[in-house]
C-alpha cells in the first residue's frame, strides 16, 4: 500500500494483485476497506473484489480478525462486528486461519476491556496532573492497573486444555 504520498498508491495495484493466485493481508488493508480510507480504499476494494471474483484468494491470519474484532468490544457494537464477521469469514474467496473464535472473542474482549481500564485511570488521573509530577502519576496509574490484573487473575475462568495434537507419533 506504501504511505500514500507516491503517484502510484492504486495505479498499477490491480496488475501486480493478479500476478498472484493468493495473497495474504495484514489488518490495515482490511481496516482501509471496511472504513472506506482514503487514499487507500481503492486498492484495498481491488484485492477485495480479485477475491470475490475467484481470481485471487486472500489468506487472513487469525490475528487479523482478533485486531479488527477488539474495537467493537471497546464500544459495543455489533453491527460492526457482524461486518467483519461477514468479510472474515463469509465472503468468496477469503480464508481466515483457524483460530477458535471462542479464543478470539475472549482476547479481543481482554484487550478492550484493558484498554478501557488504561483510559479510566488516565482519566481519573487528568484533574491531578496540575498538581503532581508526571512520575508519580505514573506510579499512581501503575498501581492502579496492578490491582485490577491481580482482580482478574483471582476471577478469571480457566484456559480451555491445549488442543491434543493431531498429527501421530511416529
Known amino acids: 500500500m506504501g504511505n500514500g504520498s507516491g503517484p502510484r498508491v492504486a495505479e498499477d495495484f490491480p496488475q501486480v494483485i493478479a500476478r498472484f493466485p493468493r495473497v495474504s493481508v495484514d489488518t490495515n488493508v482490511c481496516i482501509y476497506f471496511l472504513g472506506q480510507v482514503r487514499p487507500w480504499f481503492d486498492a484495498c476494494a ?7 471474483a475467484r481470481r485471487t484468494r486472500i489468506e487472513l491470519c487469525g490475528i487479523v480478525q482478533l485486531e479488527l474484532l477488539v474495537g ?3 464500544r459495543p ?3 460492526e462486528r457482524r ?3 461477514d468479510l472474515t469469514e463469509r465472503t468468496n474467496g477469503i480464508v481466515t486461519t483457524p483460530i477458535s473464535r471462542d479464543a478470539l472473542f475472549a482476547a479481543a474482549q481482554t484487550d478492550a476491556e484493558v484498554r478501557r481500564r488504561i483510559h479510566a485511570v488516565m482519566n481519573m488521573l487528568a484533574p491531578l496532573s496540575a498538581f503532581f509530577s508526571p512520575e508519580v502519576l505514573g506510579r ?3 498501581g492502579s492497573l ?5 482482580v482478574a487473575e483471582l476471577t ?3 484456559l480451555p486444555p491445549p488442543v491434543p495434537d493431531t498429527v501421530a507419533a511416529g
Open 46 to 52: 481491488t484485492v477485495f473484489e480479485h477475491a470475490a
Open 72 to 74: 467493537t468490544f471497546a
Open 77 to 79: 457494537d455489533s453491527n
Open 83 to 85: 461486518r467483519i464477521v
Open 140 to 142: 499512581v496509574a501503575i
Open 146 to 150: 496492578r490491582r485490577w490484573a491481580a
Open 156 to 158: 478469571a475462568p480457566p
